[in-house]
């Protein structure tokens, strides 16, 4: 039976069943080159605050720690494709990083005395 709808009852950017798509696709490409060229020049920041003599080792540690978070989190929504998926995986992913914070401090505060 054809009811003259071509694309079978389905919108553009539904889902037909789980797992799969109308081919029209619900998002563009990442641009990965451009991820990974960004990914590279905050590498090279972290490579010339690291070897910045001026700065007190607190505040280096802040940066570092904090450019490998920015680092972290755009591999998280670009490369393991987190930026386009619902919000409940992306509280599943993101519910580790408090955790990971309250360790580094931890180790942190153990390296202070």
């Known amino acids: 039976m054809?009811?003259?709808?071509e694309t079978g009852g389905t919108g553009p950017g539904e889902h037909t069943g789980p797992g799969e798509h109308t081919g029209q696709g619900e998002h563009g490409e990442?641009?990965?080159?451009?991820?990974?060229?960004?990914?590279?020049?905050?590498?090279?920041?972290e490579v010339a605050v690291a070897y910045m003599s001026?700065?007190?080792?607190?505040?280096?540690?802040?940066?570092?720690?904090?450019?490998?978070?920015?680092?972290?989190?755009?591999?998280a929504l670009y490369y393991m494709h987190l930026k386009f998926e619902r919000f409940r995986l992306i509280?599943?992913?993101?519910?580790?990083?408090?955790?990971?914070v309250i360790l580094?401090?931890?180790v942190l505060l153990e390296y202070a005395r």
């Open 2 to 5: 054809n009811t003259g709808d």
């Open 30 to 45: 990442p641009r990965y080159l451009l991820i990974w060229g960004f990914l590279a020049v905050l590498t090279a920041i």
């Open 54 to 75: 001026g700065l007190p080792r607190t505040v280096l540690i802040l940066v570092l720690v904090g450019l490998a978070i920015w680092k972290a989190t755009l591999v």
């Open 91 to 100: 509280v599943l992913a993101t519910i580790p990083i408090p955790l990971a």
């Open 104 to 106: 580094v401090l931890a």
